[in-house]
């Protein structure tokens, strides 16, 4: 059953604070990279995409929190679905936010996916669906993109009451999140994963060192 449920956007630390919360014990936590852990994983996505009516509780057996795409696209039904999970909403500013996003998530989305595991290619069909299509629109220009990240964290902010939200930089550390969480603090730095270099070496190895995005 879901403790935690991150709301943010991909690209707003997400995969840190992924590592952050295992390092906390509310692991496994789920995150778009459990899509490549886990290849069942995509199958019980691509449901998810089709139905529009999941089984949240099989399709998150065995964890205890979520993060990034694709979970954050059904916020509002992970939230009622697990009205005790505390929330967590990774921020960033916009602009840095969408040329982050645009250098890595976004490119790998026009990707050559030629000569990739079929496991891959079947990952971003379901991304495309759950993620491209539908929270952004089919558009990733930048006055869109930004205007729908925008209205994503109002929305949020609006909907979750105060005191089960935390707005969340990865530049505040482990103080904030601990507290929230009313765990102890770790003797040791707060967790800094996947910058765009990071990014676009996984994805050259997941594509199987076909043609990745620079």
Avoid at 21 to 30: A, I, K, Q, T, V
Avoid at 68 to 85: C, I, N, V
Wanted: aromatic share 10%.
């Amino acid at each position: 059953m879901l403790q935690v449920i991150g709301v943010g956007f991909g690209r707003t630390g997400t995969l840190s604070l992924r590592t952050a919360l295992e390092r906390l014990e509310f692991g496994p936590c789920h995150h778009m990279a459990a899509l490549f852990e886990d290849p069942a994983q995509i199958g019980l996505w691509r449901e998810v995409a089709e139905t529009g009516t999941p089984d949240w509780d099989r399709v998150y057996d065995g964890y205890r929190a979520t993060v990034d795409w694709p979970g954050a696209a059904y916020w509002r039904d992970l939230t009622r679905h697990y009205p005790d999970a505390k929330v967590i909403l990774t921020v960033r500013d916009p602009e840095c936010w969408y040329q982050s996003a645009r250098a890595t998530i976004f490119q790998s989305h026009n990707a050559d996916f030629d000569g990739a595991p079929p496991e891959v290619a079947a990952m971003r069909d379901v991304a495309r669906r759950i993620v491209w299509e539908g929270v952004l629109g089919g558009r990733i220009d930048e006055d869109h993109a930004i205007r729908t990240f925008n209205e994503h964290n109002e929305a949020v902010r609006r909907e979750i009451g105060a005191g089960r939200l935390l707005k969340f930089e990865a530049a505040h550390g482990w103080e904030p999140l601990c507290a929230f969480l009313d765990v102890p603090v770790p003797d040791e730095p707060y967790p800094r994963s996947n910058d765009r270099a990071a990014f676009a070496a996984t994805l050259k190895e997941r594509l199987g060192n076909t043609a990745a995005p620079s």
